[in-house]
């Protein structure tokens, strides 16, 4: 009896490898097949009316850099008059999310190379707060979403952390995109 409890306490010590992290995050638009809706040319040409050519301000800024990620990425994708666009790969239930309420979620925030910030997937309990808690870009996306939805939110950096960011993890001026489902 002994040597199979030895046996396996050394199986399981092997199969533990240190240092071994997960395998990079792999963001919505990359992982999930998405039924592809009407002329991506024509949602091309959409985006590109909303481009500045010669931006002078940081929102501008924002607004082509997010513009050239949509379009590179070919997502297709819902703006709203702040600036935030927003994509939702699967459509929840329920009653539309309003002003302080609750909600649960699993997220992944990146920057626009796909560096991870921040992230929920790995704890044991989701995010749970109420709308208007968040950042604004949150807060004004959830408010056309329900429960169950799956959504990226690519957020300007006004409607996120702003000139100052926040030191050692968001730098200034800093556009960032979360996947979210709630």
Known sequence: MRLIWIS?????ISACKVGDESPPYL???????????GDQDEM?????????SSPTTQSQKDQNQIIDY????????IKLPSGVYFKIYKYGN?????????????YTGYFMDGEVFDSNLDHAEPLQ???GEMIQGWN????????????????????????????????PNTVLIFDVEF
């Open 70 to 77: 949509l379009t590179d990425n070919r997502i297709t994708a």
């Open 44 to 52: 091309i040409k959409n985006l590109y009316q909303d481009y500045t």
């Open 140 to 171: 004004e996306t959830m408010l056309h979403l329900t429960r169950k939805a799956k959504v990226s939110m690519f957020i300007p950096s006004h409607l996120a952390y702003g000139e100052n960011g926040i030191k050692g993890v968001i730098p």
């Open 129 to 131: 707060k109420r709308v």
């Open 27 to 37: 963001p919505y638009h990359k992982t999930l097949k998405i039924r592809q809706i």
């Open 8 to 12: 396996l306490l050394l199986f399981g």
């Open 94 to 106: 329920g009653d539309r999310y309003y002003q302080s309420r609750a909600f649960t979620a699993r």
